[in-house]
């Protein structure tokens, strides 16, 4: 006689969305508490109600109990993989699932949203085809997310080291910037595998090239041009293979009730190593602080010679996919380099989460092989700021794959 499996108790708000996700790869419920208990505006926030939806979605047999409250979450996960219902907005054919944000959601941008359910991607029972639009849909980079521009060229290759680099295509249908939404991204995720292969990533190599886009919605283009001026009078003390491709938007999109959306611009830049590791960094407008093209171009281009400094492999904002995907793997230690600096109390927060699912081990050591490190130039890193994070992955893997 099978018993139910053990439900596991969280606290607080933190981490909601990689835990959610956590519980959901792993097949096991979980219970959040605590959740804004202590706040003026106490429970769930509605970018997390929405991003709710959005799993119940993406899976099949998934149930959510919230309270009256809204301060205490009860999830049991439910099969990855999405089968239209009679009554849902979905196309029987194409199997698009299409996710309207709503304008409460604004203040996260729409890659609260995409870096998740691309966890779940790989481990589905069928493809993902996900359009995100509606008022509160920010494709820039906002005060806490960073924009769809670094998503598609920083986050998805990382998926490249794992062999998942077959049907994925992240579009963006039409630009918005925070405050205003309107935007609209289409994700196509279509690489599902039995068992991510064990990661072995210690060369962080020399930067090679670095790429980017600078656009405008709603303004002058001639903002462009002053943006990648900026950033090139930085960037090219260190290499000359720059190429920011400029993109003209015209009147931002209609938000809520017809109204336009927020004009603004913005810029994004990803170094590629040598090795095939990603640096990015991306800032936009913003309607509360009034800054210059100028301000924008040099500060985007400074916050990635900051990234670029920190070492590692992995940067920051990649750091957690890599892990899911590596816990996920084979059963087998994993090993990946990592800049001191990237490591944070959150990531930290995020294994231990790990290892109360159930998953591998983690060693953390000083990392004193010098495989990779070229001094001087652009990636030429000091072993101390380097450590080394060894993962043990799990072999769980897509349990609605067959084993061939």
């Known amino acids: 006689m099978s018993t139910a499996p053990q439900i596991l108790t969280f606290t607080s708000s933190t981490s909601l969305r990689h835990r959610l996700i956590q519980s959901t790869l792993t097949g096991k419920p979980i219970r959040i508490t605590s959740i804004r208990s202590n706040s003026l505006t106490p429970g769930l926030l509605?970018?997390?109600?929405?991003?709710?939806?959005?799993?119940?979605?993406?899976?099949?047999?998934?149930?959510?109990?919230?309270?009256?409250?809204?301060?205490?979450?009860?999830?049991?996960?439910?099969?990855?993989?999405?089968?239209?219902?009679?009554?849902?907005?979905?196309?029987?054919?194409?199997?698009?699932?299409?996710?309207?944000?709503?304008?409460?959601?604004?203040?996260?941008?729409?890659?609260?949203?995409?870096?998740?359910?691309?966890?779940?991607?790989?481990?589905?029972?069928?493809?993902?085809?996900?359009?995100?639009?509606?008022?509160?849909?920010?494709?820039?980079?906002?005060?806490?997310?960073?924009?769809?521009?670094?998503?598609?060229?920083?986050?998805?290759?990382?998926?490249?080291?794992?062999?998942?680099?077959?049907?994925?295509?992240?579009?963006?249908?039409?630009?918005?910037?925070?405050?205003?939404?309107?935007?609209?991204?289409?994700?196509?995720?279509?690489?599902?595998?039995?068992?991510?292969?064990?990661?072995?990533?210690?060369?962080?190599?020399?930067?090679?090239?670095?790429?980017?886009?600078?656009?405008t919605l709603g303004v002058s283009a001639g903002n462009n041009q002053r943006m990648i001026h900026a950033a090139r009078e930085v960037l090219n003390q260190f290499i000359n293979d720059i190429y920011i491709y400029s993109e003209v938007a015209g009147h931002p999109p209609a938000a809520e009730g017809g109204k336009r959306g927020t004009p603004g611009f913005g810029m994004s830049l990803v170094a590629t190593s040598s090795t095939d590791c990603v640096y990015s960094a991306d800032w936009g407008s913003s309607t509360e602080v009034i800054r210059t093209p100028e301000e924008i171009g040099r500060g985007c281009a400074l916050r990635l010679v900051e990234e670029i400094a920190k070492g590692g492999c992995i940067q920051r904002i990649g750091v957690k996919t890599v892990i899911s995907l590596m816990m996920m793997g084979s059963e087998d230690v994993g090993r990946v380099v990592l800049g001191k600096g990237v490591v944070e109390e959150e990531t930290v927060g995020h294994l231990r989460d790990w290892k109360t699912f159930g998953c591998g081990e983690v060693l953390v050591k000083e990392w004193s092989g010098s495989e990779g490190l070229a001094g001087g130039g652009m990636g030429g890193m000091d072993e101390e700021k380097l450590i080394s994070l060894g993962v043990v992955g799990k072999g769980v893997g897509n349990v609605g794959r067959k084993v061939a």
Do not use: M, W
Not at 74 to 85: A, N, V, W
Not at 131 to 154: E, H, M, N, Q, W
């Open 46 to 215: 509605p970018h997390e109600v929405s991003f709710l939806r959005l799993i119940s979605s993406l899976t099949n047999g998934g149930v959510f109990q919230i309270s009256e409250t809204g301060t205490t979450l009860l999830y049991k996960p439910g099969l990855i993989g999405h089968t239209p219902s009679p009554n849902s907005a979905t196309s029987s054919a194409s199997k698009i699932i299409k996710h309207v944000i709503s304008a409460e959601s604004s203040s996260r941008g729409v890659t609260y949203f995409l870096e998740p359910i691309c966890i779940l991607a790989p481990f589905s029972k069928s493809p993902f085809h996900v359009i995100l639009s509606g008022p509160g849909c920010v494709t820039g980079s906002t005060d806490l997310d960073y924009s769809v521009d670094t998503f598609r060229t920083a986050i998805l290759p990382l998926y490249a080291h794992f062999n998942i680099i077959a049907k994925i295509e992240c579009r963006i249908n039409k630009r918005s910037c925070s405050p205003g939404g309107g935007g609209e991204v289409t994700l196509q995720f279509g690489h599902q595998i039995r068992l991510p292969p064990t990661l072995h990533l210690r060369n962080q190599g020399r930067i090679k090239r670095i790429r980017g886009v600078s656009y």
